[in-house]
């Protein structure tokens, strides 16, 4: 058996993995990552199909700690582009809404049409009191402390029926905090630290992900199809991780181990035993994948927003459809010539059962027909992917404000990623920002 050492030991490429891992270089640590792919990058890159460049999880990149790290280390920027634009689609209609403004907008929009609907119709309806719902809003985000049992749906309750006001809401929770307003504590919900502008990879993530990478290996090292077969622990610490690489058994010593993989395949990895209940209590509670269903659709004209340039849109109505990113408007390079390529984001009826897959992709297709009428024409679907709530890649792993803490009980051993995101943040963000946080810790351990 092969035997080399490094500081620190990266488990999975990850977008918390690759941010942890580039600060600890940049620092002057030496990091290995272990990749059991063929590529880096997880969630966070780009798989080549037709001539078109996929997404393999996230395609908006937030205006937050992402952009830091990436302005920090000097990567290029203009391998970015921005969209900065939201549009809610309304019984066929686009309707442009300021990010600035936001919700207040977008409700004083729906007032107004409920309203003129009101008016043609003949019926009377009861007005939306948007005075309220703003005031419980804003008292909300200034940290009003509300009971952990009432949901968002619930809260929302207090000032309205209206199903309108109450779609806007699930659409929050739902695109933005991966579970719908039924399921979400308000008092999470106000955690929320609101994103005003996105960037978009002209070339796909996977493109910035090597942007990090070149930097880690200035002082290390990335190794892709070699799988982690166990951390090991000695005397209770971690000390190092045995590896499969090129068929032989590798065993790498290390003084620091951040699993990018998930704290359930750590614990796998690292064996249950070297655990305490109170952790194993945590995860159970903490730990709330979010399924969901990623549609990549490629047409031979825009099937939305034709001529924006940087928008996304946001489905009122839809049946599980709820925010479409027609990426190739933003960045044409990732399409074939001629050709256009549309990124739906599928929620399913509900985050805690599993998802039942075919019964989902008749919703999506009927959704796809009614909402973009040139599809049958012009479109195809090029891929539909499960981000299951039982595999290893759901489309996140917890929900807003259930983050495990970074440390474990074995000392030396850390989690980053998607399951350990700080209250507020979630996805792309918050893997960064733990990435961020874990880095402190250690450069304090091995200073």
């Excluded at 690292?270 to 659709?297: C, H």
Aim: hydrophobic fraction near 40%; glycine fraction near 8%; charged fraction near 25%.
């Amino acid at each position: 058996m092969e035997h080399e050492i490094y500081d620190i030991i990266v488990i999975g490429s990850g977008l918390g993995g690759l941010a942890a891992a580039t600060l600890l270089t940049h620092r002057g640590f030496k990091v290995l990552i272990v990749e059991a792919e063929d590529q880096i990058g997880g969630r966070f890159s780009t798989i080549e199909y037709e001539g078109f460049k996929l997404p393999t999880g996230a395609v908006l990149i937030p205006d937050s700690w992402v952009i830091r790290l990436l302005k920090e280390m000097e990567v290029d920027m203009n391998l970015l582009r921005p969209l900065s634009r939201v549009f809610y689609r309304i019984k066929g209609t686009d309707y442009e809404i300021s990010p600035e403004i936001g919700l207040p907008m977008l409700l004083d929009l729906i007032d107004k049409l409920e309203r003129d609907e009101s008016q043609k119709s003949g019926h009377q309806i009861k007005p939306v009191e948007l005075k309220k719902i703003i005031n419980g809003y804003l008292k909300g985000t200034r940290g009003v402390k509300q009971k952990e049992v009432l949901t968002v749906r619930d809260w929302l309750l207090q000032f309205t029926e209206n199903e309108k006001v109450h779609e806007v809401f699930d659409n929050i929770c739902a695109s933005l905090m991966m579970a719908h307003s039924w399921e979400l504590p308000v008092a999470k919900f106000f955690l929320f630290k609101e994103m005003k502008k996105f960037f978009v990879s002209i070339n796909g993530n996977l493109s910035i992900a090597k942007e990090l990478a070149k930097i880690i290996e200035t002082n290390g090292a990335i190794w892709t199809n070699c799988r982690a077969k166990k951390i090991l622990v000695h005397e209770g610490k971690a000390t190092g991780v045995c590896l499969e690489k090129d068929g032989k058994e590798i065993e790498i010593e290390c003084r620091i181990i951040i699993s990018d993989i998930g704290p359930k395949m750590t614990l796998e990895l690292a064996g249950q035993e070297n655990f305490n209940d109170e952790y194993l209590t945590d995860m159970r509670l903490k730990l709330r994948p979010s399924p969901a269903l990623l549609v990549l659709i490629a047409s031979d004209r825009p099937l939305c927003l034709e001529g924006i340039q940087d928008g996304l849109e946001i489905i009122m109505g839809g049946r599980r459809i709820r925010t479409v990113v027609p990426i190739s408007n933003i960045c044409p390079e990732i399409a074939p010539t001629g050709q256009y390529l549309l990124y739906a984001s599928v929620k399913p009826i509900s985050y805690i059962p599993r998802v039942e897959v075919k019964g989902e992709m008749q919703q999506i297709k009927r959704d796809l027909k009614e909402i973009f009428p040139d599809f049958e024409n012009y479109g195809r679907i090029l891929q539909i992917k499960l981000c299951g709530d039982k595999n290893e890649w759901p489309e996140g792993r917890t929900w807003l404000g259930y983050g495990l803490p970074l440390e474990t009980p074995i000392p030396n051993l850390f989690n980053v990623g998607d399951a350990c995101i700080a209250p507020g943040l979630i996805g792309t963000t918050g893997s960064v920002e733990s990435g961020y946080r874990v880095f402190k810790i250690i450069e304090k351990l091995l200073e």
